[in-house]
């Protein structure tokens, strides 16, 4: 007879084992369908453009011939994709370490290109790595963003919704030391750091006293570096082989942003009365790009200029897409930036704490600033100064910046409780954070 092996009766008075339940805040989890749809909206933008501009590189891609470039770019954008479809998960009340983390790897790559770096028109500005050249600016302005927020929160007086002294030095030393790394490759740089992080002191609510105070420091910190920002360099700045001679190797990067700001504001006659020359040649090229755009553009593959306009794929991105759709698309894509920064302005002020708020506004503001820095350097509005359109341009460091900071700015809208949630949300996001980093928002809307 065989044996077979008594199962003592089930109880079915006791509940079955499952799961741990979500918190409230992580079961109603949505990405902000806005920051979405901006971000759809500039990789089809980066997509068309990046292709009409790469004319003048595609002999150089062997069996890839004219989609060379472009296969190279979709490539970058897949893996910033998987960088924000990654970060955006995860609850940005984790993000304390990997800040720091960002920080330090951030200075360590500057440093090294600071004396081992690959020079590119007349300064030191990457490095590669693997085959990747990798520009540790766009990261240093990334960790600068992120490290203020940590900081300003950590410093939040939440009796007076202001921040502490402290918090307010620390952020403007912070300034201080990466405008002094992002000096030899340009004034313009530290000048967005000034402005990301003073928009960030009016949002994390410091007092206007202390602001005009930070103002009138930033102002003396850029013209210390202006006057005193000077650099050897071991070769001269170049453009497709030809010497950019703006500055003598006396003067340095300081003699490069002097004769850059004379030249920006001429001697009063037009422009076109120019004489195009290897100092001026990529501002005219511009200029000539957007006036044979028009009102509607001469279409994406019909542009004159790419063929002719040096980094027209890169610094000079905007020029193009002006050429191919003209005014209005030129007026599409800078809506599509201020949207992204209204978006962001809504929800942080919306968010429960002040920590949420900072991450969310500093992100947009990093990407929108360096936008309108790019505008206004193609249009003619400000001096010359190599700024990569987010997005847009060519180029992997600047494109997997941007997805890391889309990423934290979905994660915000996705984890942070926003007013009208409820209780127990509130407490939940409450508790996830650390002590120091509770602090109530002080542009929350009630």
């Not at 968010?351 to 500093?362: D, P």
Request: net charge positive; charged share 15%.
């Amino acid at each position: 007879m065989e044996n077979f092996e008594i199962i003592p009766p089930v109880d079915m008075s006791q509940p079955a084992a499952t799961k741990p339940a979500k918190s409230e805040i992580e079961a109603n989890a949505r990405s902000d369908k806005h920051i979405w749809g901006i971000y759809i909206m500039l990789c089809l933008i980066s997509l068309i453009e990046l292709y009409s501009a790469s004319s003048r590189e595609v002999n150089v891609h062997g069996v890839l011939g004219v989609f060379g470039p472009l296969v190279r770019h979709v490539g970058l954008l897949v893996i910033g994709l998987g960088l924000m479809l990654y970060i955006q998960r995860v609850p940005y009340q984790k993000f304390e370490k990997p800040i720091w983390v960002l920080v330090i790897a951030s200075i360590g790559m500057m440093l090294y290109v600071l004396f081992c770096g690959e020079i590119v028109n007349g300064a030191r500005r990457s490095f590669n790595l693997m085959g990747i050249t990798i520009q540790p600016s766009e990261f240093l302005k990334l960790s600068a963003a992120l490290v203020i927020a940590l900081i300003m929160s950590k410093n939040h007086n939440k009796h007076t919704a202001g921040v502490y002294n402290r918090g307010v030095i620390m952020s403007a030393m912070i300034v201080a030391v990466f405008g002094g790394l992002l000096i030899k490759q340009g004034l313009t740089n530290t000048l967005l750091l000034m402005a990301i992080s003073m928009s960030m002191m009016i949002v994390g609510g410091v007092e206007w006293r202390k602001l005009i105070v930070v103002g009138v420091v930033y102002a003396m910190l850029a013209g210390i570096f202006l006057l005193f920002g000077s650099g050897r360099e071991s070769a001269p700045a170049t453009v497709d082989g030809a010497p950019v001679v703006e500055a003598t190797q006396t003067e340095g990067r300081h003699g490069t942003w002097y004769n850059r700001i004379m030249r920006h504001r001429g001697d009063g006659r037009p422009k076109y009365e120019y004489d195009i020359n290897a100092e001026n040649r990529q501002e005219m090229y511009a200029y000539m790009a957007q006036a044979n755009g028009g009102v509607f553009g001469v279409m994406p593959g019909n542009s004159r200029e790419t063929a002719r306009l040096p980094l027209a794929f890169s610094d000079y991105i905007y020029a193009i897409v002006i050429e191919d759709t003209g005014l209005v698309g030129g007026i599409v894509v800078l809506v599509l930036y201020l949207w992204l920064l209204a978006r962001a302005s809504s929800i942080a002020s919306r968010c429960q704490r002040v920590f949420s708020a900072l991450l969310v506004i500093g992100m947009a503001v990093m990407i929108v600033y360096q936008a309108l820095f790019h505008m206004a350097i193609v249009s003619g509005l400000a001096p010359v100064s190599g700024q990569p359109l987010p997005l847009i341009s060519k180029g992997g460091s600047s494109i997997i910046v941007t997805s890391i900071a889309f990423g934290v700015m979905l994660s915000v809208s996705r984890h942070a409780a926003l007013n009208g949630a409820k209780r127990q949300e509130v407490k939940a996001e409450m508790e996830s954070l650390p002590e120091n980093l509770r602090g109530e928002n002080p542009t929350m809307m009630q």
